[in-house]
C-alpha cells in the first residue's frame, strides 16, 4: 500500500518534468517539511492538486510552485478536509487567472493565520470578483490577497467583505485608485478604531459623488478620527456620510478641519456637539461643519449650556437666511460676536482694549498702549508667561481672556484691577527708581552698601586712582541696585513684593472707587497662595511678606524661632505703605528686609514649630534701624550674607507671583526705555557712553528676572537672542524707521529709494457681507503710507500740457469763490437800515396801515465750507494703455527682432516721460494734477489717496495728500509716483476715507472715487456670486459715507460701469465716461457741481 | 456774587457793587502781575486758554481788583429790547461781548434804531465802554467775522480810537479803556485762525486748567463739598483731561467740577453726578464715555 502509494508519487514527480524545474524543486522541500502523520493517500491528492494546477496554462506552473512551496505552512492551520477546500479555491483561481492564484498561495500563509477555516473560499472568491479579466484588476486582486494578511488583522470578515464591494466599485472608476485605497487601508484601518464599516460605509458614498476625494478622503480619515473621542467616531462618520448624500463637498478636507476642532474640545463635550450637529443637518448639512469649527473657537468662552443656546439662535437665523446662518456659525459676523458676547461671561481683552486703553491712558496720563501679553512674550525679550500681565515701560500687556468668575462684572473687574496695578508701575514710578535719590523713610544705605562691596572686590593692593572712578558696572540704576545682593533671585522676589505692596496702596488710596473690586481680588489671591508652613525658612518669610502685602494681616503663620524677624519685617513693610511713599523707599525696605531674610538658613521647620504672628498694630515713631539691622547690614556690605549659612540648606527658591500683580521686571524695563531714549538720540549727543552688545549681555545674564530655563535652547544663544530681540524692540518705536514705510507689497515702479517715513497705522474695517446680511466684524486692515516722492517736475509738465484748459478751470473755479458776503433784507434786526423799506413802512404808518417792522438789512456770510476726498484707485488694471487709435502700429506692438525689441522694452519700462503711450494711471494722475491746482484756487480742504491693496489684510492706502495738510512741493512729488500696483478691494477703502472725512470740520463733504473697473480682490468674493459681493460692499461702503452725511460720488471709465454702478452707488450719483481722456476735465465739472 | 443786569445801571447800584464780594480767584502763576502791568501801559490783552479754565472769572476778579465797577452786557441784537437799550453810556467799566459768527460790526458800534418816526442812534457795546473807560472783554473772538476785528485794530494801537461811520466820528477811548480778547485754540479749525495783523497787537496770556491741587480748592470752594471730594474731583478732571487728543476734544473744564461737586452737594451720588457733569458733557463717544466711566468708578466709590 505504501509502495504504491510512493510510487504514485513517483510517477507524478515524473510529471514534474514537464514543467520548469521550480516546481519539482519546491514540491521536494515542501514534501519533506509536510506533517509526518500524513496519510500517504492525502500526500498523493496533495502532490495531485498541485500537478492539476500546473497542467491548467503555460504559466500556471508558477502557482503550482507557490502552492507547494506554502503547503507546509498551510497545513498546520487546518485539518485536510479543509485543505483540499483551499487547494480547490486555489485551482479555481488558477482557472482564472494563474498570476492571481500565485498571489493567493503566496497570501494564505499569513491570511490562514487570520482567517477562519470556514472563509477560505469566501476570501478566494473576493480576490476572484476583484479580478475582471483585465491585467489592471488582476494586478489590483493580487494586492488584495497580498494585503489580506494585514488588512484581516484589523477587520473581521464582513468588513473586509464590505472593503471589497467598496474597492470593486472604486475600481470601476480607477484602478490605480482602488489599488491606492487598498494599500492606505492597511495602514489605516488600525488607526480607526471599532466603526471601520460606517468608514468604508462613507467611502463607498463617496465612490458615487465623489470618487476623486476617496483618496484623499482615506488619507485624511487617518488623521481625522484619531482626534476624536473613541465612542463618538462612529457618530462623526455618520455625520460625514449624511453630508456626502447632501451633496457636500471637499468631505476629506471637511473631515480633516472639523476633527482638528473637535480635538481643540474636551472630548467629553464631543457627544453633545455631535448631537447638535446630527440636529442641524437636518436644518442645513452645509453649516454642520462650521458649526463644529465654530465650537472649537468658542468653547473656551462658552460652557456647554451656552453653546447650546448660541447654537440655537444660529438655527434661528439659519432659518431665515441661509447665508447669515453659515456666517454665524463661522463666527463671521457682527451678530454672532454680539450673541456670544452676550451669553459668555469671559471678558475678552480685544472686546474691551478701546476702553480700557483709554482708561489706562487717563490714570497714567502718558501714550500708553495696551496689548495682549502673547505680543509680549513673542517679542523673546524676556518675558515667558502668556497668562500673566505685565509691562514693559510703554505698553501694559494683559491677558487675552479673562474667564475666572461666573459673571461679567466680576471678569471685568478683575481685569480693571490688573490694569490698573499695571498702570499703578507708570503712574507711580516702580521704573523711575534712582539710585541716588534719597529714601522718604529710611536712612539710606545703598550708597554706603556700594562701596564698601567695591571696595572688598577690588583685588588687594590695588589703590584706587583718584580721578578715574569707579568703571561703571551697571547700565541701569535698577541694575546698579541688585548687584548689592548676592542673592539676586531674593532680592528681587522682595523688591517685588515690597514694591507691589506699596502699589497696592497707593492704588486703593488714590482710587477708592476701585477699593472694594480690589480687595475682592486681593482676597482670592490667598488661595493660590503655597501654605507657608510648607516651605523652608527663608521662602516662608518671603511668603509672609506677600501674605502681608496681600493685607492679610492677622495669624499668619511664621517660624517660632523667628517671630522677632517675621516682626521687624512687618514693621519696616508697613512702612512702605505709605500715600507718599517712593519706590526708592521700596528699594531701602528691600535691602534691610534681604538682611534679615538672608540671614536666616532656608531650613525645613517641623509643623509644630509654627505660630501666628498678628501684625495689626500700627507703627508710630519714624523709623530708625535697631542695632541688629545695623549688625545685619554690615554682613550684607561685606558680602558675608552667603558664607554665614549651614551646610545643607536647600537653595532659595521663587515663590509663585501673586496672580493679579503679573510679572514685575524693573531691570529689564528700565534697561529697555535706556536703549530707547539711546537710539532715540542721534550717535553723536547720546548722553554717556552707548551700550555695548557685551554689557548687555552681561546684564541679561546676571538679571534674575530672565529665566533661561523657560527657553529653550542653550543659554549662550539665548542671552544674545534676548540682546538682540531688546535692542530691536528699543528700536521699533523710533519715528524714523523706515521698515514701516515699505509694506510686503513693493511699488511695481519701485526704484528702491526709502520711502518717506510715515506713521505705522493700521486700521481695521468691518466687511459687509450681503448673503449673509450681516458686517463681518474686523474683516479688513487698512495699511496706510504716505505715497512716495518722485518728480515734481510732472506736475509742472501737465500743467503745462493742459494749459489752455487749466486757465480755463481755474477762471471757473475762481468764479466759484463765494461772494464772501451776500446782502440780505427786510429782516427785524439788522446791521442798518434799508431806506427803501423804512420809506415804505414810514408811507404804511402815515396811511394808518400797520407797518412791516422788516427794514433792516443784514450782509451774511456765506462760506464755502466743503471738505473732499479723492480716492483714486491705483490698481494693476490702471496700467493697461489706452488706446489712443492715432497711435501708430510700431508704437504699440511689439517688434519680431529681438534686438528691437530688446530696445522696445527698454522704452516701455523707461520713465513715465518717456513712455510713448498713456496708461489709465496716467491719466488719472493728470486729472490729480489738475483738480489740485483748481482747488487751491477755491481754498477748499481735499485730500487725495491712492488705494489698492491685495487680500483683506493688505488694503494698501496712499496718502498722497492729507485732507488737513498743506499743498506743498512734496505732494507734487508724490503724484509723480502714484503707481499702478494690485487690486482693487474698495470697501475698506472708502471706510478709511470715509473716516477721514468725519473728523474733518466742514458742512459739504464730499468722496470721490475714481476707478477703473469694478471691485475686485482675492477674497472678495462668496461662491457663486463672486462679483455681486464685491459691489454690495462697495455699495454699503458708501452707504455708510452717506449716513455720515458725505456725499459720494463715484466716477468710472469702465465701459461695462453700468452693470454694476447701479447697484453699488444705490441712489448715489455716478457716472461712466466714454473716454479716459475726459476724466481730467469731468472731474473738475463733477466737482463743482457737487459742491455748488 | 453777581446780582441782576438791570439794578447795576443806577449808578448808585454799581457804587454799592463795587462794595460787594470779590470775586473768587486763585492765582496759578503771574498773571495779575502781568494784567496790572498791562493794564497800566494800557496793552491789549488775549486770554488763551480751554473752556471753562476761569479766563472769565479773571477778568472779572481784575476788573474788581482794579477798583472797576463792573458791568455785564450780554450782545443783544434785537433792537427793540429794552435791555440793550436803557443803559446809561457813562459807566460801564467791563463789557463783556460773547462773540459768533454773525457779530457784525454795527453789533459793536451801534445801529440806528426806529422809534417813533424818527431813528434813534443807540451805541454797541464796544462804543459804551470806549466812552466809559472800561475794559471791553471779547469773548471766543476767533468765532466772530473777520471784518469785526479789523474794526478793533485802532483801538489797541496808540491811536485807541473808534470810527463809528455811519455817524461819521471819531471816538476817543477813555483813560481806562482796555481791550481784552479770549480764545481757545484747541478747537479751532485753520480756517478761523486769528489773523497775524490782530493778534500781534496783543500781548497774550496763556491759561491753563489749574494745578491739581489749586483746582481742588476752587472745587471745594465754589461748590461746597468737602476737601476730599474736591480732591476727588479734582483728580478725575486730570484723568479725563489725560485723554485729550484720544478721542476727546476737550478736556473737562474746572467748571464741569464745580458742576459735578455742586450735585454731590445737593446729594446726588458722586458717578451720577459726574456722569452727567463730566462725562456725558464732554463726549458723545460711546468707547470714550465707557472709559471716562471705567475712571470715575476707580475714583468714586
Redesign the interface.
Known sequence: MENQDRSTLEQIQEQFRRFPAPVADEFEKAQAKMPDNMEADSMVKWANAGVEIAEQTVRSWEAAAQYYKVSPQVISYMPFNYFMRWTQCGNDLCKESPTLATAYFEASPEAMSQLRSRHIEAWAALGNSLYKGTWKSSTLACKFFAYSPALMESLTFPELERFVSFLDALSHRSYDLAAECLALGQQIFPLIGDDKTAFIGLATALVDSGWREVKSFFESGAKALPKIDEDQRFRFLKIAERLVQGGGTNIPNVMLETSQALSEVDPEAHSRILTLSEALLEESPAAVPEFIKGCAQIMDRLSLAQVERWYEEGVNLLRQNPDGGLAFFKIESAHSESVLEALSSGVEFDRIK??????C??????EIKLAASEDLVSKGIGWVSSESPSTEGSTVFVPTLVDRYPSKDENFGWF?VVS?HQVAHLEFGSFSFEFDEPSTIFQDRRADLEKNKVEKERPEGEEQVEGEGLERAWITDMQRFFNLFEDRKLSLDIFTVVEDGRLDFRVKH???????AYSVVQADSHKGRPEIESLPVREALVEFLVRLSLQQYDSIPAPLEYVEQAKQITDIARRVLDATSTVQDAAEATLRIYAIIAAIPNEEVPPEDWEDVDTDEEQQEEYTDPDEMEQLLQQLAEGMEMELRPDGESDYESSEEVEYRGDFKPELVQLLSQLRMQDGQSAGEADGQPITQEQLEELLQNSAELDFQAVEGDIQNSQGLFADNLLKEAGMNLPDNPEFGQGPFVHVDDDGDALEASEPQTFVYDEWDFRADDYKPRWCIVRQKTMQEGDPAFYASTLHNYGGLVSRIRRQFEMMVPETFRRQRKL??G???DIDD?VE??VD?KTGVSPSEK??W????IQR?VAAAFLVDTSASTAEAIDEGKRTADDWDAPDDPVEYMVWLRTRRGEAARRSYKRIIDVEKEAIVLIVNALEAIGDVYGIYGFSGYGRENVEFYTIKEL?EAFSDRVKRRIDRVAPLHATRMGPAIRHATSKLEKA?ARTKILFLVSDGRPQDRGYSREGVEKEYAVHDTRMALEEARRKDINAFCLTVDKNGHDYLGTMCADMGYEVLDSIFDLPERLLYLYRRLTM | MTSPTRTLYRSYIIEEYQLTQEPYYVPVADEVELFEAAYAQKIPVIFKGPTGCGKTRFIEYMSYRLGQPLTRVKQNPSPGAPEAVRTDDDIMPLVTIACHEDLTASDLVGRYLLQGNETVWIDGPLTRAVKAGGICYLDEIVEARKDTTVLIHPLTDHRRILPVEKKGELLEAGEGFLLVLSYNPGYQSALKDLKHSTRQRFISIEFDYPPIDIEAEIVRHESGVDADVANQLAKLGGKVRNLKEHGLGEGASTRLLIYAGQLINQGIPPRRACQVAINWAVTDDHTVQRSIEELTTSIFE
Open positions: 478701546p476702553v480700557m486703553e483709554m482708561y491712558r487717563g490714570l497714567a496720563g502718558s480693571k490698573t488714590e482710587y477708592p472707587g476701585i477699593r472694594a427785524e434786526d446791521e442798518d437800515i423804512l413802512a414810514i404808518m427794514f433792516y443784514r450782509r451774511n456770510k465750507e488737513d470740520d
